[in-house]
């Protein structure tokens, strides 16, 4: 067997997760009774590290995939307990993986669909989704759902968070579209921010 075109199926950070979200780590063998320096077969210690490793890194580093649509079938599961585990794997039952789409596949189809007349690269796409460029940043509110304070005590004008939100976007998109600026005018690129907030930024 030889991977013809290893690119094909390039995965952005949120299908990762979401795979990883429905595939939970299975449970290693218990050692027999007696025995010393027991390694489990299928040994998957490495793998349970790897997992742990990716969540951690969405919540410290990119926790706006959190806010993405749902990417899990079940409505109820909630996508950060990802330390549950399956069972071992001498007592799973096989696993049927629903076809439906989840919302977030149903987001991400749209996203490529609406992207498509700016002739953007896949990869070029993938980071746009990957850092959630565009996606309106959720502002922190105290206790009692006020907006936050300044040291000065005056309330914080949201016109200033969007135009913050509009610079750091657009630095953004300069560094992720080769050429950009014989690629795309400014309101191709609000277009492109409104398509990614549309689609990705509601958190169905």
């Known amino acids: 067997m030889k991977i013809v075109d290893p690119q094909t199926a390039t995965l952005t950070n ?6 990883l979200t429905a595939n939970p780590p299975r449970k290693s063998p218990e050692a027999p009774p007696g025995v010393r320096n027991y390694i489990p077969k299928p040994d998957l210690r490495d793998h349970c590290t790897v997992v742990t490793e990716i969540h951690n890194y969405v919540e410290r580093i990119s926790p706006h995939l959190l ?16 330390t549950l585990q399956q069972p071992s794997t001498d ?10 789409p989840t919302p977030l596949d149903n987001a991400l189809r749209k996203v490529i669909h609406e992207l498509a007349p700016y002739n953007l ?8 989704i990957n850092l959630g460029v565009g996606i309106k940043k959720k502002r922190k509110t105290d206790d009692d ?20 939100d509009l610079f750091s976007d657009t630095v953004l998109i300069n560094s992720i579209v080769e ?26």
């Open 14 to 19: 949120i299908e990762v997760l979401a795979y």
């Open 67 to 82: 806010d993405y649509p749902r990417y899990t079938h079940d409505p109820n599961t909630n996508p950060t307990t990802h």
């Open 91 to 100: 007592q799973q039952k096989p696993y049927i993986q629903p076809t439906e």
């Open 121 to 128: 690269t896949k990869g070029e796409v993938m980071m746009l």
């Open 145 to 164: 759902g006020d907006q936050a304070m300044d040291v000065n005590g005056e309330q914080q004008q949201a016109g200033n968070g969007e135009e913050d």
């Open 179 to 204: 050429e950009m600026d014989d690629r795309l005018n400014e309101e191709d690129m609000r277009n492109i921010f409104k398509i990614m907030n549309d689609s990705l930024g509601c958190g169905l």
